[in-house]
């Protein structure tokens, strides 16, 4: 069973505010990614990490930030949120070795900026 | 480049009809070939992979997919379709060591 968690579920927020979304997983994993999913589109690969100290832009330019400090903690953030930052965010993590990309994927958190 | 496409955006089978959602793919080398379910307002869950061997995988849920290099497709299979499988259905490669390339998704509408 995996075990990765995301919170807020939800957020709500007025345009200008600095906002974390959280993402934790206890698997140990060294893989971990985040991405962006619009309404009835596929999901956006934003950013992802090989481990700890390890993070990279993904495949959809994104204005947010990551960190990698733990091996289990993967935060994003938005300095200054916008309405066009409405979406959902999935957190994933994978094995290093042998998994072949298999990814599980957190609950995720829906994104709503006023 | 690596794609995924999934040509149905949305599906309607009745209760205890049979299911196939079609997904297609572009990748030079041997594919990895992943499908997941979302459950509205979750994130998403794996029904199953194909990495090598037997072209027929079994998954979870009664679910099963058939890879074919010739079409270059991994269609996912049911033979009876409960009520509760309504959600949206992901097809995804695996694109070497790292990333994942998913399509745009299929919806599952299940009639009574």
């Known amino acids: 069973e995996a075990d990765i968690y995301q919170t807020p579920r939800y957020l709500v927020i007025g345009t200008g505010k600095k906002i974390t979304l959280e993402c934790s997983q206890t698997m140990g994993h060294d893989k971990m990614y985040w991405y962006q999913q619009d309404p009835g589109m596929e999901l956006h690969l934003i950013h992802y990490s090989y481990g700890v100290n390890s993070t990279e832009k993904g495949d959809l330019s994104s204005e947010s930030t990551v960190s990698r400090i733990r091996t289990e903690h993967f935060p994003l953030t938005l300095e200054s949120a916008r309405p066009s930052h409405t979406s959902q965010y999935l957190c994933?993590?994978?094995?290093?070795?042998?998994?072949?990309?298999?990814?599980?994927f957190g609950p995720g958190t829906r994104l709503t900026v006023l | 480049a690596q794609s995924v496409t999934q040509p149905d955006i949305h599906i309607t089978v009745s209760e205890g009809a049979s299911l196939e959602l079609r997904c297609n793919y572009s990748?030079?080398?041997?594919?990895?070939l992943f499908w997941y379910v979302q459950s509205p307002g979750q994130g998403l869950q794996l029904l199953l992979k194909?990495?090598?061997?037997?072209?027929l995988v079994q998954g979870i849920k009664g679910f099963e997919a058939e890879f074919k290099r010739s079409q270059s497709s991994f269609n996912l299979r049911k033979p009876s379709v409960h009520w509760s499988d309504a959600a949206e259905y992901f097809c995804?490669?695996?694109?070497?060591?790292?990333?994942?390339?998913f399509g745009t998704g299929t919806r599952l509408l299940v009639s009574p």
């Open positions: 994933a993590s994978s094995r290093d070795r042998g998994s072949y990309n298999e990814q599980f």
């Open positions: 995804a490669v695996g694109t070497g060591f790292l990333k994942l390339v």
């Open positions: 990748y030079g080398a041997t594919p990895y």
């Open positions: 194909y990495f090598s061997g037997d072209t």
